[in-house]
């Protein structure tokens, strides 16, 4: 075992944007405020001129130009002493279609070719061990959850966010009822971040629209909603998401309706409304938002669930033991990835 390096972490922010604040930026940097000797790289970055030698190196969805390439990544790194981990959050079938494709003709490089997976749920990490048999499961957390307030679902006007990306199929099959609660309640207002095409199906005078807000702009907004929409149709790769945006509701005191897949454990506590069907969803909604007290007690179990679980500090005792473990089984780790792929050259101790 090698224990005479100290740990150092070189973090490769490869898709900025609102989507790494949670995963990435965050517990990153909450570990350097702690003394770690964390360093995060935004892309474009140079390996050569950004990574030191002997450096855990977790690289947030890369994409490199082909196999080949990613390759050359892991054999340069090694001959340095680093281990690269791969930080992957999602399905590859939920990625766009040219990264998919990319994948595809790469034969999983990023995922293949690194000495482990650095990702946040233990499904999505069963469902790609056949690439990748290593993973390291980490669980989204907030950095920060404000003072519960169960005061703004006293107001007649409701608010309802439809903020999910990705999830044209989803939304798409819940247009008709939107479209008849809007012409029943003319209190109602619809919150859709992010899919413009919803928007644009239903009435402009009762919809407001953004497109990608950065981070803390969001949660901003999702602070002055009331209720959120989560739907999930039933999929394996739906099922290996993380309840990230319950979790964010729940902070920010917004009740939820989710499902039909992810949510069902936290809708068994008591924390989300959940629906067996896509098309129960809005009718479950329509029935909460006329249930003052309901909701309230909803959003009061779900903040209270968040302070319990969700919490980033937390967490960072743990993350920080993981890595230090990961670090100190440097050179059993890298042993194992030499095997598996028949790697030529020693690793730097």
């Known amino acids: 075992m090698l224990t005479d390096r100290a740990l150092q972490i070189e973090v490769l922010i490869n898709s900025p944007g609102p989507h790494d604040q949670v995963r990435v930026r965050e517990p990153f940097l909450a570990l350097k405020a702690r003394g770690i000797d964390v360093r995060l790289h935004e892309r474009p970055f140079r390996f050569n001129s950004c990574i030191r030698p002997h450096s855990l190196v977790i690289w947030q969805r890369p994409l490199p130009e082909n196999r080949q390439r990613q390759w050359e990544h892991l054999q340069w790194l090694r001959q340095r002493g680093c281990l690269l981990l791969t930080e992957w959050d999602d399905h590859p079938d939920l990625f766009p279609k040219p990264v998919r494709t990319k994948l595809l003709e790469m034969n999983w490089a990023p995922l293949v070719l690194c000495h482990a997976l650095h990702t946040s749920s233990t499904t ?21 959850i404000p003072p519960l307030n169960l005061d703004k679902h006293k107001h007649a006007s409701l608010q309802i966010l439809i903020g999910n990306q990705n999830r044209g199929v989803e939304h798409s099959a819940l247009l008709g009822d939107l479209y008849e609660w809007l012409k029943a309640d003319h209190h109602l207002t619809l919150v859709i971040v992010g899919d413009q095409a919803m928007a ?3 009435p402009k005078e009762r919809v ?20 959120a929409l989560l739907p999930l149709q039933r999929s394996l790769q739906n099922a290996c998401k993380t309840p990230i945006k319950l979790l964010e509701c729940a902070a920010e005191s917004v009740a939820t309706v989710s499902g039909p897949e992810l949510y069902e454990k936290q809708s068994f506590h008591g924390i989300s409304i959940h629906a067996n069907h896509l098309s129960d969803i809005v009718p479950l909604a329509r ?20 302070n319990q679980i969700g919490k980033l500090e937390q967490s960072l005792n743990y993350r920080s033991w993981l890595y230090s473990q990961i670090w100190r089984h440097r050179h059993a780790l890298d042993q194992h990835v030499k095997y598996r792929l028949g790697l030529d050259g020693s690793f730097s101790a």
Do not use: D, M
């Not at 990490?125 to 993973?135: D, F, H, N, R, V």
């Not at 407001?208 to 002055?224: A, D, S, V």
């Not at 029935?287 to 968040?306: C, D, F, G, I």
């Open 124 to 144: 999505l990490a069963s469902t790609l061990e056949s690439k990748q048999p290593l993973a390291l499961v980490l669980e989204n957390t907030l950095a920060e």
């Open 200 to 202: 644009s199906s239903l």
């Open 208 to 227: 407001r629209f953004y497109g990608l807000l950065p981070y803390q702009q969001y949660r901003q907004l999702l602070g002055q909603c009331h209720i």
């Open 287 to 306: 029935s909460l938002a006329l249930k003052q007290a309901e909701r309230a007690e909803l959003t009061k179990k779900a903040y209270l669930w968040a």
